[in-house]
């Protein structure tokens, strides 16, 4: 019976065959004798480096959801992923905010179709359009109606810019 109550109070190390009386001295046992990797960004110990990268790229990397950019701060990851949040007019070279981040409904295609097709004074109608988009309440109705007709668009700014 006593020699039962002991070595119900002996903690055993899950790497050798030795025994602890404190799970203390069992964790301080693994820490230097059985964990060979630590992590850069936490505290956690590994056996090996294999499950420390796999610690490091599950918990710690971040990648960006629009290129191959992986980071090890999610702000940072943030901060980086707003660079791909522009829409540059190859017909103008004007930049606005990518309509995949904007109001529902709205394409960057038809965005850039509708900037194609029509005359220099109506594509600037567009670029104050798509820049009022993204900065008004009003500006979601436009996208729709966008959206849903770009050649209506065209004709009725072709016809204001006369």
């Not at 629009?66 to 829409?87: I, N, S, Y």
């Not at 988009?133 to 016809?159: E, H, W």
């Amino acid at each position: 019976m006593q020699e039962n109550r002991k070595l119900q109070n002996r903690f055993e190390c899950l790497y050798c065959d030795e025994w602890f009386v404190t799970d203390e001295d069992r964790n301080l046992h693994n820490r230097s004798k059985h964990m060979k990797s630590s992590c850069m960004y936490c505290d956690e110990l590994f056996l090996t480096e294999e499950e420390c990268h796999r610690h490091n790229f599950d918990e710690h990397y971040f990648p960006c959801r629009h290129c191959g950019d992986w980071f090890t701060d999610e702000e940072e990851r943030e901060d980086h992923e707003k660079e791909h949040l522009v829409v540059d007019c190859p017909h103008c070279k004007e930049s606005f905010p990518d309509v995949a981040d904007g109001p529902p409904g709205v394409q960057k295609s038809e965005i850039l179709q509708v900037c194609e097709e029509v005359d220099r004074l109506s594509h600037q109608l567009i670029i104050l359009c798509a820049q009022r988009l993204f900065n008004s309440p009003q500006g979601q109705d436009v996208a729709r109606k966008l959206s849903q007709n770009y050649m209506s668009l065209k004709k009725k700014l072709t016809s204001c810019s006369e």
